[in-house]
């Protein structure tokens, strides 16, 4: 069960991250047709792009992205790769939402800003390379890995990250607008519940190894691998 749950949450990753990527190469396609012919209906159709499609693509992304992250072993800082992945996504999802959208209901009322182009070319350039990071895994791990693997998570975790889009797509219709509120909710609270339990581990562990004595001492550590 959680094998097969962990697996749609990777399929679901994959293909709002393909959906994110394809969305922004449309927005760029209507802003360069915009810029060229000045035809503010462009600009109109890639705001609705933008709020519409884009906005849920990203958010879904960016959630099951990080729950993957918290749920395996591979964590949030442990290995450089994912590290970077984590800031890149949440300085676009901050580009995406204070920047990028402002501009573009801007430019659907005339007030047009070459800053559009930037920050949907940076945001293309971005995932191409987090794409590339998921599949290099490069640089190996962070000072912060620690010396113990950390568990993956269970069934039931696996199928709340799957749950939770749901959730937040059927909020977003009935709000009008993307309300991503039950995934950030989610991904903040098992940050800190993981957390939680892991320092709990380590203080067990500890514990265990000083009533052992000093043949423990000995022992080699666990391989994080």
């Given at each position: 069960?959680?094998?097969?749950?962990?697996?749609?949450?990777?399929?679901?990753?994959?293909?709002?991250?393909?959906?994110?990527l394809?969305?922004v190469?449309?927005?760029?396609?209507?802003?360069?047709?915009?810029?060229k012919?000045?035809?503010?209906?462009?600009?109109?159709?890639?705001?609705?792009?933008d709020?519409?499609?884009?906005?849920?693509?990203?958010?879904?992304?960016?959630?099951?992205?990080?729950?993957?992250?918290?749920?395996?072993p591979?964590?949030?800082?442990?290995?450089?790769?994912?590290?970077?992945?984590?800031?890149?996504?949440?300085?676009?999802?901050?580009?995406?939402?204070?920047?990028?959208?402002?501009?573009?209901?801007?430019?659907?009322?005339?007030?047009?800003?070459?800053?559009?182009?930037?920050?949907?070319?940076?945001?293309?350039?971005?995932?191409?390379?987090?794409?590339?990071?998921?599949?290099?895994?490069?640089?190996?791990?962070?000072?912060?890995?620690?010396s113990k693997?950390?568990?993956?998570?269970?069934a039931?975790?696996?199928?709340?990250?799957?749950?939770?889009?749901?959730?937040?797509?059927?909020?977003?219709?009935?709000?009008?607008?993307?309300?991503?509120?039950?995934?950030?909710?989610?991904?903040?609270?098992?940050?800190?519940?993981?957390?939680?339990?892991?320092?709990?581990?380590?203080?067990?562990?500890s514990?265990?190894?000083?009533a052992a004595?000093?043949?423990?001492?000995?022992?080699?550590?666990?391989?994080?691998?």
């Amino acid at each position: 069960m959680a094998k097969r749950a962990r697996t749609l949450l990777v399929w679901l990753h994959v293909v709002t991250s393909v959906g994110w990527l394809s969305q922004v190469v449309a927005l760029l396609a209507l802003l360069l047709y915009g810029m060229k012919t000045s035809d503010l209906n462009a600009f109109r159709m890639a705001r609705v792009l933008d709020h519409d499609v884009l906005a849920i693509m990203a958010n879904v992304s960016a959630f099951t992205g990080m729950m993957l992250s918290a749920t395996t072993p591979w964590g949030y800082f442990r290995y450089w790769w994912v590290l970077a992945k984590f800031v890149i996504t949440v300085s676009q999802l901050y580009l995406g939402i204070f920047i990028l959208s402002h501009n573009l209901e801007a430019a659907a009322n005339g007030h047009l800003s070459a800053w559009m182009l930037v920050g949907t070319a940076l945001m293309i350039g971005a995932i191409a390379f987090q794409t590339w990071l998921s599949v290099a895994k490069p640089w190996g791990r962070t000072p912060w890995t620690g010396s113990k693997k950390l568990p993956t998570a269970s069934a039931p975790a696996f199928v709340l990250a799957l749950v939770v889009p749901a959730a937040d797509f059927a909020l977003s219709l009935w709000m009008g607008n993307p309300m991503p509120v039950f995934m950030l909710v989610t991904v903040i609270a098992y940050a800190i519940r993981r957390a939680a339990r892991g320092n709990g581990r380590s203080s067990g562990a500890s514990g265990r190894g000083t009533a052992a004595g000093p043949a423990r001492r000995g022992a080699a550590a666990p391989s994080p691998r």
